[in-house]
Every structure is written in C-alpha cells, then in structure tokens.
C-alpha cells in the first residue's frame, strides 16, 4: 500500500521538541526523513528523561520513522554538503535561533537558489521578525507568554505550566499542518515558500475566545482550577477507592441526568440551574453533591452508573490504566514497534486512522548517525572521501 507521503523528501535540522515531532508526524505517514545531527553533539533529546542501559527513550520516539545522518553545518563543506542534500529534497524543518542558517550561507535565498520546489519550514520562539525574535525561546516560555499558564491552576494558586511539552506539541501539529498547505500550493505554483511558525502562537490559538472576550468586554480569563466559569459540576472527584474521575456537564440535559442519578433531583428544579453560567455560580453546592455521592463509591461503580444514566464521566488514568484500557486497545492507540536497541518498544501510535492510506510507526528512534553513509554515499561520495569527511570533523 502506497502512503500518502511516499516520495517525500524531508530533511530534519530541528531539535527540542517542535520540529522534529513535526517531522515524525511526516515520516509516520510515509516521508524519507533525514534527521541531520551534529557529530559530537547529538539532538539533546538522546539525553532527556529516563535511559534504559544508556538509550535514552525520549529520542525513541521524537527519532521513529527517520535515518540519521551526522553533519556539521557550521563547517563550509557540511553546508555545502547539506545543499546536495537539499537539492531534490521537498521539504526542510529547521529550529535554529533565527539569523544562524544566513550565517552558514543556508538560509532560504540560497536555499531556494538551489532548489525552488523547497518547503523551509523555520520553527522558533519567537517567529522569524519582531523585538524577541533572536531571543532563545522553548515551549515553557509558549506557555507562560500565551496565556495558557494565566488561567491555569487553582483560584488562589500560582500560574501553572504543563509537566510535558504542550506547546511544542501544539507546535508540531501545526508545523506539519503548515507543511501539507505548502506542499498543496506548490502543486499549483510550482515552487515552495517558508513556513515562519512561532511556538507562541499555536498554543494561544487553542485558548479559545479569549482575546476576543478581553476585546469586547474587557473580561480576562481567570484561573478556576478543574472548574468551568460556563458550566457545572465540571472537576474532578475522588472515589471510595482512592481513585478519581472527572465530570463534565457541558449540555443541559446532561447536568439534569447526573444530580438525578446522585440522589439530588430538587436541584434541578432551582432557577438557576437552567443555564451554564448559574450552575457555575453554584459550583460549591453542585461539587459537594457530586464529591458526597462518587466519595461513598469506587471508581468503576461510579463510571458503571454515569454510562447507565448516559451521563458523561472518565476515570482519571495515569500510563497504567492507558495500557490496560480496551478502547485504547480497539484504537491501536499505543503500538509496539521493533527497536535494534530495545528489541521492542511501546509509544503512541499515529494520532488518527486513514481508511485507506494509514500511517504507520515502522522503527523507534536510530542510533546516532547510523545512516551517514547510505545517505551521503548516496550523493556520489565514495567510501574514502566519507573518511576522509569524518576524520576532519564534517561528518
């Protein structure tokens, strides 16, 4: 079965965490990606988070679907290297600070110069212009500059940050979206463009109407913990046997069915129960109703009788329960995947299905540079001149 990227060429010169996620969710659908690394200082990622017997397990899954190469871009015959590279490629995705590539002589009027069919796919902090533009920008600071840790946390905690790479994962959804639009023009134009994404900006276009509601009415978003300022009971509740589930009451009918099945019909009946913002207003009243009744029951009691009454509510799963779960099963959503390191190891799977061209993990991560040779020998260099390259430092 053919994928729906077969023949795409894509080279990979990002790190930490954005781009080459981006590039992963390429590969997965059939891209050659060619993930470029230094050669005495591997994508940072190899390094983060727990090893197994030294083999770090974050690049398993940052690196599946690639070949690794070594190159040392900084050096004139590594950029000059890396223009061959580019030349029948279709897309780059690069996340230096900006300025660096137009250093080495590499940045897209002589990239395009080279090849014009070229999608530069340039991922930084802080977009390619502007005042901040050549500060050092990660995801954390996304996070704090997009308003996400704003309205994040309890009403009189501190602004809260994800313990994961929210924005760069955002980032990367959106790079590889912006990736496929580049790609659909240049089947019509006949020639590639940049893609200038700034992590700062996908993760505040998931925060909803917030800047519209600041712009209309003056409101800011404040920080309401697991609780909804439009709807409730909406939080999380402890049960019986220690363990939690979250409840959402986003409809009407919904919030009805669930303080009928807890035993508290008569709430109903209040007249301020018929809209979203009055329930909110009466949170503390609905969150103990809902806290006593899911308190005196275990979790999957409490989940039995919320799917019988058609109320909605999800047990709070940690990795344990994800694997153990039978709609993650039925979804293929974790897959195991051939390792020459490992031998076998499990990750997210592609984060949706293709009736007819699905995506596919086919390897974990590759050892670093493992592809050097086939890669460039590839482009006509011969045995002695990849030794002679990597005795100099190039490769």
Same mark, same amino acid.
């Given at each position: 079965?053919?994928?729906?990227?077969?023949?795409?060429?894509?080279?990979?010169?990002?790190?930490?965490?954005?781009? +080459?996620?981006?590039?992963?969710?390429?590969?997965?659908?059939?891209?050659?990606?060619?993930?470029?690394?230094?050669?005495?200082? =591997?994508?940072?990622?190899?390094?983060?988070?727990?090893? %197994?017997?030294?083999?770090?397990?974050?690049?398993?899954?940052?690196? &599946?679907?690639?070949?690794?190469?070594?190159? *040392?871009?900084?050096?004139?015959?590594?950029?000059?290297?890396?223009?061959?590279?580019?030349?029948?490629? #279709?897309?780059?995705?690069?996340?230096?600070?900006?300025?660096? /590539?137009?250093?080495?002589?590499?940045?897209?009027?002589?990239?395009?110069?080279?090849?014009?069919?070229?999608?530069?796919?340039?991922?930084?902090?802080?977009?390619?212009?502007? +005042?901040?533009?050549?500060?050092?920008?990660?995801?954390?600071?996304?996070?704090?500059?997009?308003?996400?840790?704003?309205?994040?946390?309890?009403?009189?905690?501190?602004?809260?940050?994800? =313990?994961?790479?929210?924005?760069?994962?955002?980032?990367?959804?959106?790079? $590889?979206?912006?990736? !496929?639009?580049?790609?659909?023009?240049?089947?019509?134009?006949?020639?590639?463009?940049?893609?200038?994404?700034?992590?700062?900006?996908?993760? !505040?276009?998931?925060?909803?109407?917030?800047?519209?509601?600041?712009?209309?009415?003056?409101?800011?978003?404040?920080?309401?913990?697991?609780?909804?300022?439009? *709807?409730?009971?909406?939080?999380?509740?402890?049960?019986?046997?220690?363990?939690?589930?979250?409840?959402?009451?986003?409809?009407?009918?919904?919030?009805?069915?669930?303080?009928?099945?807890?035993?508290? =019909?008569? /709430?109903?009946?209040?007249?301020?129960?018929?809209?979203?913002?009055?329930?909110?207003?009466?949170?503390?009243?609905?969150?103990?109703?809902?806290?006593?009744?899911?308190? @005196? &029951?275990?979790?999957?009691?409490?989940?039995? $009788?919320?799917?019988?009454?058609? $109320?909605?509510?999800?047990?709070?799963?940690?990795? &344990?329960?994800?694997?153990?779960?039978?709609?993650?099963?039925? /979804?293929?959503?974790?897959?195991?995947?051939? #390792?020459?390191?490992?031998?076998?190891?499990?990750? @997210?799977?592609?984060?949706? %299905?293709?009736?007819?061209?699905?995506?596919?993990?086919?390897?974990?991560?590759? %050892?670093?540079?493992?592809?050097?040779?086939?890669?460039?020998?590839?482009?006509?260099?011969?045995?002695?001149?990849?030794?002679?390259? %990597?005795? &100099?430092?190039? /490769?």
């Amino acid at each position: 079965m053919t994928a729906p990227l077969d023949g795409v060429k894509v080279v990979d010169l990002a790190t930490l965490f954005a781009g +080459p996620l981006a590039a992963a969710f390429l590969a997965d659908f059939g891209a050659d990606v060619i993930k470029v690394e230094h050669p005495a200082k =591997p994508d940072p990622s190899r390094g983060h988070g727990p090893a %197994r017997d030294g083999v770090g397990l974050w690049w398993k899954v940052l690196g &599946r679907n690639k070949r690794t190469v070594t190159l *040392n871009l900084s050096d004139p015959e590594g950029a000059e290297l890396l223009r061959r590279l580019l030349a029948d490629a #279709d897309v780059l995705v690069e996340n230096f600070r900006p300025g660096t /590539l137009e250093r080495w002589g590499l940045g897209p009027a002589e990239l395009h110069a080279v090849n014009p069919r070229l999608v530069i796919t340039r991922i930084s902090g802080f977009g390619q212009v502007g +005042p901040y533009a050549r500060r050092p920008g990660f995801g954390t600071l996304a996070e704090a500059m997009s308003g996400f840790a704003a309205a994040t946390g309890e009403p009189d905690g501190p602004p809260t940050l994800p =313990p994961f790479g929210l924005a760069d994962s955002v980032s990367a959804l959106a790079a $590889a979206y912006a990736v !496929m639009l580049a790609l659909r023009a240049r089947d019509v134009t006949g020639t590639g463009q940049v893609v200038d994404l700034a992590i700062i900006e996908p993760i !505040m276009a998931m925060l909803g109407p917030q800047i519209t509601w600041y712009d209309q009415l003056g409101y800011l978003q404040p920080r309401l913990g697991n609780r909804s300022n439009n *709807n409730a009971p909406r939080n999380t509740y402890r049960c019986a046997d220690g363990r939690w589930v979250a409840v959402s009451t986003s409809a009407q009918s919904i919030a009805e069915r669930v303080l009928r099945l807890i035993g508290r =019909p008569e /709430l109903v009946d209040e007249p301020w129960f018929g809209t979203g913002s009055g329930r909110a207003a009466h949170a503390d009243e609905l969150d103990a109703a809902v806290s006593a009744w899911v308190a @005196q &029951r275990d979790r999957d009691e409490v989940v039995a $009788a919320f799917e019988e009454a058609q $109320a909605a509510v999800a047990p709070v799963y940690d990795v &344990r329960d994800i694997l153990a779960d039978p709609q993650y099963a039925a /979804l293929g959503t974790v897959r195991t995947v051939p #390792d020459e390191e490992l031998g076998e190891v499990r990750m @997210q799977n592609v984060p949706f %299905r293709l009736t007819g061209t699905p995506g596919e993990i086919r390897h974990a991560g590759r %050892r670093h540079g493992q592809d050097t040779d086939t890669v460039f020998g590839a482009l006509g260099l011969s045995a002695e001149e990849l030794a002679a390259l %990597r005795e &100099r430092g190039v /490769l």
